[in-house]
């Protein structure tokens, strides 16, 4: 029972949250920047691209060519990424100019890991 306990008592401060939306930001830039980079040129077995058809927001057409269908899902996926990092920068903002958290303020260490992976 002592080392749950102790584990229990394992927290960090409050004020360090915004460290889940500098990594988040941070995640989602590299993701922007590797799908940007991988755009150019439709998927095949020398350049897959973590992306599949079934992905798409709406069904292709019949005449739909697969470069059209890449670049639609390519889009797709910018689009949401582009949309997340602007939610994650504005948490990040408020984090840092708006929300003051107490100084004795804590959270426990699993949230804090949980959160940062």
């Known amino acids: ?3 749950f306990r102790l584990i229990a008592r394992l927290q960090v ?7 889940f939306y500098v990594i988040g930001s941070c995640m989602t830039i ?3 920047s590797i799908i940007s980079w991988n755009s150019s040129t439709p998927p095949s077995l020398d350049n897959p691209l973590p992306i599949n058809n079934d992905d798409m927001i709406a069904p292709p057409s019949h005449s739909s060519s697969p470069s059209q269908i890449h670049h639609t899902v390519i889009h797709s996926h ?3 990424l582009v949309l997340f990092l602007g939610h994650t920068i504005r ?4 984090c840092i100019h708006i929300n003051r958290s ?3 303020a804590t959270m426990h260490l699993g ?3 949980f959160g940062i992976s």
């Not at 401060?13 to 460290?19: N, T």
């Not at 948490?91 to 408020?94: G, I, P």
Request: no cysteine.
């Open 102 to 104: 107490s100084p004795t």
């Open 78 to 80: 910018t689009l949401v």
């Open 13 to 19: 401060p409050h004020e360090w949250f915004y460290h």
């Open 111 to 113: 949230a804090y890991v």
């Open 30 to 32: 590299s993701l922007i």
């Open 91 to 94: 948490r990040l903002y408020e």
């Open 1 to 3: 029972h002592a080392g």
